[in-house]
């Protein structure tokens, strides 16, 4: 719905014309706060619908790679939330489907869109800090996984979920792929889903050699409660760029018990706000001007390769080699 209000409202020659969900009471709402735009229980029937001409798909992680295949094979261009599927295979696939028919095809790394991330890359392209030796990128989530996360078959877990982001910052700004991953990982807030998820984990700590030597460290969570918790640090070899922090704004109240108090960042939603309606003004100026979008397929799939490496690693507790893939420079 972030992206569907974008698009409907601020995202300059863009609307919506329909929304899928089989959940009616979703769909229905989703409809009605969008002008009553048509709506499908089926994705099939929305993308056989005339007045689409690109799909956005927000649907939980398992379903990626078939909604994007049969969009891309009628045509429709294809914005695709991350992670971009469960295994490098579906992304192979994904990535073919577009080719074949020239579609625009994005994935959901708005990071790269923030006003933060963009500065803080401009400044390691200028060489501010020297070579990057070590980039550290931190997502802790503050509520409840949903029901499907749990359940790793179907969400590759919190690495996939919350450190998708990560992973991509990780590489965007290293400029390089990853070589070997190490993870550990635990569940230490969400005890009663144990019996039922003995894999789900929502604590995951994974560090990363990479092509160019460059070193990586991820640290993800669910339901930590304390804040929306996103930072980065980028070590170089003279110098140091930071991005985020915990604060939200800069009012600060000190109290005659004389404790200083700021409220804490809440949520993506709101941190993110303007990184998400970049995108989105991205993926329609890539269909517009007959471009590859900024963010692509092969990005989305260099992710899913990591999640899949940080999960095997977790379970057979042992370092995990990735196969190296050209290390051309990422923009
Ligand atoms: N980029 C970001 O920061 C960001 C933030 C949140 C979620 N996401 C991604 O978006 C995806 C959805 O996550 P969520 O938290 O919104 O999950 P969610 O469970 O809240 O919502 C998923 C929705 O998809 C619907 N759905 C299920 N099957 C469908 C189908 N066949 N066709 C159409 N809709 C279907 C569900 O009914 C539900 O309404 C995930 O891949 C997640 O990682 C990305």
Redesign the pocket.
């Known amino acids: 719905m972030?992206h569907a209000r974008n698009f409907a409202r601020l995202v300059p020659g863009a609307g919506v014309a329909a929304v899928?969900?089989?959940?009616v009471d979703?769909?229905v709402a989703a409809s009605k706060e969008l002008g009553g735009v048509s709506e499908y229980a089926?994705?099939r029937a929305l993308l056989d619908d005339v007045k689409v001409d690109a799909v956005l798909?927000?649907?939980?992680?398992a379903?990626?790679c078939e909604?994007a295949v049969a969009a891309a094979e009628r045509g429709k261009h294809v914005f695709c939330?991350?992670?971009m599927a469960m295994n490098p295979a579906e992304c192979d696939t994904m990535i073919a489907a577009a080719e074949k028919t020239g579609i625009v095809f994005q994935i959901?790394?708005?990071r790269r869109f923030d006003e933060s991330f963009r500065a803080a890359y401009e400044q390691v392209q200028a060489g501010e800090i020297g070579e990057v030796v070590l980039v550290k990128s931190c997502t802790h989530g503050p509520t409840y996984p949903?029901?499907?996360?749990f359940d790793l078959a179907q969400?590759n877990g919190p690495l996939?979920?919350v450190c998708?982001?990560d992973i991509d910052t990780v590489r965007w700004f290293t400029g390089s792929e990853f070589a070997e991953v190490y993870a550990i990982a635990g569940n230490y807030r969400t005890p009663e889903a144990r019996a039922s998820y003995p894999d789900f984990y929502d604590q995951v700590l994974l560090s990363a050699r990479f092509a160019n030597g460059s070193q990586g460290c991820i640290t993800g969570a669910q339901g930590v409660q304390y804040a929306y918790d996103s930072r980065v640090e980028i070590i170089g070899t003279h110098g140091l760029i930071s991005i985020g922090g915990l604060n939200a704004g800069t009012t600060v109240v000190c109290t005659r018990e004389k404790e200083l108090r700021r409220p804490a960042v809440v949520s993506?939603t709101g941190l993110?706000r303007d990184a998400?309606l970049a995108e989105d003004v991205e993926f329609i100026n890539a269909i517009r001007e007959e471009r590859s979008a900024r963010v692509t397929g092969r990005d989305g799939r260099a992710a899913v390769a990591v999640v899949n490496a940080g999960n095997r690693s977790i379970i057979e507790r042992t370092p995990i080699s990735l196969e190296c893939a050209s290390s051309t420079p990422l923009s």
């Open positions: 972030i899928s969900d089989p959940v979703a769909r089926d994705y798909i927000a649907a939980p992680t379903l990626h909604i939330e991350k992670p959901g790394f708005m949903k029901p499907w996360m969400s996939a979920e998708s982001h993506w993110y998400y």
